[in-house]
Nanobody
């Protein structure tokens, strides 16, 4: 059974940093594309960042230059380093992997507040 478990969310002040982790079990991440999405209260889920199986990355314009997606194949885990956080980054962050089938984690809450 495939499971994705996010961790690392929490409360942070504007300008602060957090690192989210997505640990996978039941599947090898290296064979899949990996991404982060987020959903703010009252809004639709939106794309944040992706790392393709070949290692290339892409970001939504609203996080580019502030967030970094990475992976550790040995730990079967991928990450989202979030710097210079803004109030509007407040959301539940979900990790997802996909190739032939897509899987989602249950999300971790990030709250940016002073």
């Amino acid at each position: 059974q495939v499971q994705l478990v996010e961790s690392g969310g929490g409360l942070v002040q504007p300008g602060g940093s957090l690192r989210l982790s997505c640990a996978a079990s039941g599947i090898m991440l290296s064979a899949n594309h990996m991404a982060w999405y987020r959903q703010a209260p009252g809004k639709e889920r939106e794309f944040v960042a992706v790392i393709i199986s070949d290692g290339s990355t892409d970001y939504a314009h609203y996080v580019k230059g502030r967030f970094t997606i990475s992976r550790d194949n040995a730990k079967n885990t991928f990450y989202l380093q979030m710097n210079s956080l803004k109030l509007e980054d407040t959301a539940v962050y979900y990790c997802t992997i996909y190739r032939l089938v897509q899987y989602w984690g249950k999300g971790t809450l990030v709250t940016v507040s002073s």
